[in-house]
């Protein structure tokens, strides 16, 4: 479906939905009180340190927990076990009349450390300044994390009829090894097995000059697929070079990954993205991008295109060349020379056969490649889907001139650890945050959200719910 086929269908589903009979059995929100309450949570929220490692998820799941009880929406605390000393993940459910299969909201508890000497504020005080809630996890994901809960509740409250049950996840460890969701797929397949869509972080709205450009839907992810190079050679004295030193012949084998272009592949979600974002550039360049295969033959348009270091990415398996190691001491011609190489697969491709590719360009039966991690699940989910709808109308309602496109996620999340139950898997925030904020808080410093951000995105995340019942 292009844009105009999917607005047009969108038109008609919104007259044809019998929203109006919905919401006149609900009870009207009090937006700003619910804006408030999520607020006051939030900051409580990035109070309760869960810097990991060692991550210490149990009293976030602890505090989630409060709060779903006392909505008397069912949760339960899980894999404590499995996760070792002050972990766990946390489950909840919130029941639809079961005609349709359900909605997972899922978020990480866990936070990546933050030094507290180049923030202006203590990161784990959720300090209130500015209009803006600071602390560690604001953005990435406790405040995405607490817009899903709130938005659960907020459906609860009012009592819009569900067709779908409502899960909410907690995982810990998301940032480190992702073992959180790892054994929680593993455990509770059970708990899953009724879930159709799934929404967790891996996209965000673009915002420029205060305006919304694009709404994000993350619908596909690269994978890491990381190598480590090896020559072995015979260790002896830098003073007298010899035909056995395996530095020059990494260097050689490395040389000729550095000049290897990688094949360009455009993938339905790439595709759809550039489609979309070509009306904000003006001609040629709005041709290219509407067509990116066929500008990817074209030298002038692939030079642009690939400038992108992201829009790059997105086309291509991407290698880069990280760590090196031969000797520690000038002097000394080591026996082993290693590499280790960064390399990002698209959704689609074969690691086999990339593998293969890959050491017919070096050449070289002396090199030897040891995979340092496997590639995970690949994630590229269907966009004709009542949520992907869903998303698009309540983008709609909020901002009429934007459009929803799907970036492709050139990180890696949970997400492959779902997918892989067949669910469908997206990329979602509610927010609009500046990429300037985002580039500085994500893992940086002074991560933080503004208050309006909060309730907007609670509000967003309630419509989504309602209009994929
Ligand atoms: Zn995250």
């Known amino acids: 479906m292009n844009l105009v086929q999917r607005a047009l269908a969108l038109t008609v589903s919104v007259l044809c939905t019998p929203v109006a009979a919905l919401s006149a059995q609900t009870k009207p929100v009090d937006w700003d009180a619910i804006s408030k309450e999520s607020q006051k949570i939030l900051v409580d929220y990035v109070r309760i340190n869960t810097t990991n490692p060692p991550g210490n998820e149990f009293p976030a799941a602890r505090f989630l927990k409060g709060i779903l009880d006392r909505e008397g929406i069912e949760a339960q605390i899980l894999d404590t076990t499995e996760l070792g000393t002050n972990r766990a993940n946390l489950y909840a459910r919130l029941r639809g009349n079961g005609t349709k299969r359900a909605i997972a909201l899922v978020n990480h508890m866990d936070v990546v450390p933050a030094t507290p000497s180049s923030w202006s504020v203590d990161p784990f005080s959720g300090a209130g300044k500015d209009g803006y809630i600071w602390g560690r996890g604001a953005i990435d994901m406790k405040g995405n994390g607490i817009a899903q809960l709130m938005a659960m509740i907020a459906i609860k409250r009012s009592g819009v009829p569900l067709t779908r049950d409502i899960v909410y996840i907690g995982n810990s460890d998301e940032e480190l090894t992702g073992t959180g969701a790892l054994v929680f797929v593993k455990r509770h397949p059970d708990l899953l097995k009724d879930v159709e869509f799934l929404v967790t972080e891996g996209a965000d709205n673009l915002v420029e000059n205060g305006k919304v450009v694009y709404f994000a839907v ?158 995970k699940t690949p994630l590229e989910s269907p966009i004709n889907t009542d949520l992907f709808d869903a998303i698009e109308r309540a983008a709609h309602d909020r901002e009429p001139s934007a459009f929803v496109t799907t970036p492709m996620e050139t990180g890696a999340t949970d997400r492959p650890t779902y997918r892989r139950l067949g669910i469908t898997t997206y990329g979602f925030s509610p927010f609009l945050i500046p990429r300037p904020e985002i580039q500085r808080g994500m893992h940086g410093n002074d991560e933080r959200l503004s208050v309006d951000n909060v309730g907007y995105g609670v509000h967003f995340l309630y419509d989504i719910l309602r209009y994929a019942q």
Not at 240 to 249: G, S, W
Not at 346 to 351: A, I, K, T, V, Y
Request: proline share 8%; hydrophobic share 40%; glycine share 6%.
């Open 218 to 375: 993350g619908v596909s992810e690269k994978r890491q697929f990381w190598q480590r190079l090896t020559v072995n050679g015979v260790p002896s004295h830098g003073s007298r070079p010899t035909k056995q030193n395996p530095v020059p012949r990494l260097v050689s084998a490395l040389y000729k990954i550095s000049q290897y272009e990688t094949p360009l592949h455009v993938t339905p979600g790439v595709d759809k993205f550039f489609r979309d974002i070509a009306r904000l550039y003006p001609e040629p360049r709005r041709s290219w991008l509407s067509n990116v295969a066929v500008a990817l033959k074209d030298a002038q348009a692939r030079e642009w295109i690939l400038n992108d270091v992201w829009w790059n990415a997105y086309l291509r398996n991407t290698i880069s060349l990280t760590g090196l190691a031969g000797s520690n001491k000038t002097n000394v011609i080591p026996g082993v020379a290693t590499a280790d190489i960064d390399i990002r697969l698209l959704p689609d491709q074969d690691s086999v056969a990339f593998l293969e590719g890959l050491k017919r360009v070096v050449g070289d039966t002396a090199a030897h490649f040891t995979t340092l991690l496997p590639p």
